[in-house]
């Protein structure tokens, strides 16, 4: 018999791992040492992949995912919540709406015949279904329409650009097309008006067109057979079988929910200057979201447990947001509902997302924008260089991440506010200078299993999340527990000064740049 994870079993457990923390009394930090130090000290990376751990097992009750509005979400809520309230925090549960946008049921593609296979949905995967895609379950022969096997060396496959591609094309049949020089829609639609019952776009197969690795979209309305797109390996393999057919089915949901975010705060500290800093608690729908994010939620919730033994100086508050993977919605939300004379109040935020990356690097928000030229707010400069002063005080390498608008930092530093934070990289690959600066493999993305279902307890690196752990640690202690360092940043009650121009970012439901070709 399969037992059920309960929110009473949960809570028993969080309860048990806090107890120790909730009966001993808050105190200052030890006025003989440094404060950065002892909470460093007391951040363990053990007790963060303990987090973790729950987390997974939270996914696994909710069905293999903590999307938002899932029940695995709701479990990660009320784990954090309980944690929180235990050892003194005063926690707020915001809820708000937002538009769910996924599937009903797991989407299906198939080869039936001959050798039957089943590929994989989702990123590095095999295939996925295409933004806007109608939904439609087909049983039908492929029709590869005027594929370049083997690609060019540069992009310019014309598959399916023209009406004329379609000549003799079966009515009823799969269309096996290839992305090159027109929109993904284009072919689509051509694709639908010569009878196709379903499209299936193959990935080009030049470098860095192979995988599936972007947000496909058709980006047309009048569209109404289903379109999944796949990695170059899969689409020229169903090319290459001589009558293969093929079954897929997407099943898509598109509905108002609820969701929710955890705000937790210090009841004592100046209330005029808040260090703030978050992490989103959200998954996909595809996978558990372990490294994403669940590393970040686990790094800051360990910090924020400490940090209840020590009476801050400054007024910390801790935000785990929900909907991120739907376009960065929870935060967004908290951050617009706050009233200027709030907004004010906050003297920097700090991000984490992401912090233990299997195939990691250190990754830094370029606040001074002298690497990408696109700079945070006043004081998210000098947010830098504390992270960078960080890792050179242990001798480790690091570089710099773009502030591109795909974390939760967005809403803050949009509203003028300080910030910073770490990464350990999704889905872009690293280099070889990479490679021989942080270890790992050169040519495979930073997490093979991003936005996956492999996106498990077994897809963190340990030494990733210590170090960064670690890191949280240090900036929060620095800021918590100085005014002086604090009132550097910003002034107390001051207005934040939002940037007069940054860079657009069109974001996807899970944070990745849309591509319709």
């Not at 860095?208 to 289903?226: F, M």
Request: net charge negative; proline share 6%.
């Amino acid at each position: 018999m399969r037992r059920r994870l309960s929110a009473g079993v949960l809570g028993a457990a969080a309860l048990a791992l806090v107890t120790p923390l909730a009966l001993s009394a808050p105190a200052y930090a030890d006025h003989g040492r440094d404060p950065a130090r002892q909470l460093v000290q007391a951040v363990k990376g053990k007790h963060v992949e303990r987090h973790l751990r729950v987390l997974d097992l939270i996914a696994k009750a909710g069905g293999g995912t903590r999307v938002s509005s899932s029940r695995g979400h709701e479990l990660s809520r009320d784990y954090v919540a309980t944690l929180l309230r235990a050892v003194g925090y005063k926690v707020t549960v915001q809820p708000f709406e937002f538009t769910f946008d996924g599937y009903r049921t797991k989407p299906v593609l198939e080869r039936l015949s001959p050798s039957p296979k089943a590929y994989k949905n989702g990123f590095f995967n095999d295939y996925v279904a295409m933004g806007d895609s109608p939904a439609g379950g087909v049983t039908g022969p492929i029709q590869a329409v005027d594929l370049v096997l083997p690609p060019t060396p540069q992009p310019s496959s014309t598959s399916g650009c023209e009406a004329a591609d379609f000549a003799g094309f079966v009515q009823g049949s799969v269309a096996l097309l290839q992305r090159g020089t027109c929109n993904f829609g284009v072919k689509a639609k051509n694709a639908q008006n010569a009878g196709a019952s379903a499209v299936i776009v193959l990935n080009e197969g030049q470098p860095g067109r192979t995988d599936v690795d972007l947000n496909p979209a058709l980006s047309d309305p009048s569209i109404t057979i289903p379109s999944f797109f796949t990695s170059f390996a899969v689409g020229s393999d169903l090319a290459a079988t001589p009558g293969a057919t093929v079954k897929l089915n997407w099943d898509p949901l598109i509905e108002q929910r609820t969701t929710y975010n955890v705000i937790a705060e210090s009841r004592g500290g100046r209330a005029d200057n808040v260090v703030m800093m978050g992490a989103h608690l959200d998954s996909v729908q595809e996978g558990p979201g372990i490294n994403d994010n669940g590393s970040g939620s686990a790094g800051v919730l360990e910090v924020a447990l400490q940090m209840a033994r020590f009476q801050p100086v400054n007024k910390v508050r801790f935000g785990f947001w929900g909907a991120e993977e739907f376009g960065l919605l929870g935060s967004k939300h908290y951050v617009e509902s706050l009233s200027q004379e709030q907004k004010n109040a906050i003297g920097l935020y700090l991000n984490y997302d992401m912090i233990g990356s299997p195939n990691f690097a250190y990754h830094i928000y370029d606040g001074d924008g002298d690497a990408f030229g696109v700079p945070g707010p006043a004081g998210s400069a000098q947010l830098e260089k504390d992270f960078q002063g960080f890792y050179s005080g242990r001798g480790l390498p690091f570089k710099p991440s773009e502030f591109d608008g795909r974390s939760d930092y967005k809403a803050f530093i949009d509203a003028g506010i300080a910030g910073g934070g770490l990464f350990t990289g999704a889905e872009k690959k690293k280099t070889e200078e990479e490679a021989k600066l942080f270890g790992g493999t050169a040519g495979e993305p930073y997490d093979p299993c991003y936005h996956g279902e492999c996106d498990t307890i077994k897809n963190v690196d340990e030494t990733a999340l210590d170090v960064n752990s670690d890191a949280i640690a240090a900036l929060a202690a620095k800021y918590t527990y100085s005014k002086a360092a604090l009132d550097a940043i910003h002034k107390p009650g001051a207005p934040h000064t939002p940037p007069a121009a940054r860079m657009a970012a069109t974001v996807a439901h899970d944070g990745v740049p849309s591509a319709t070709s």
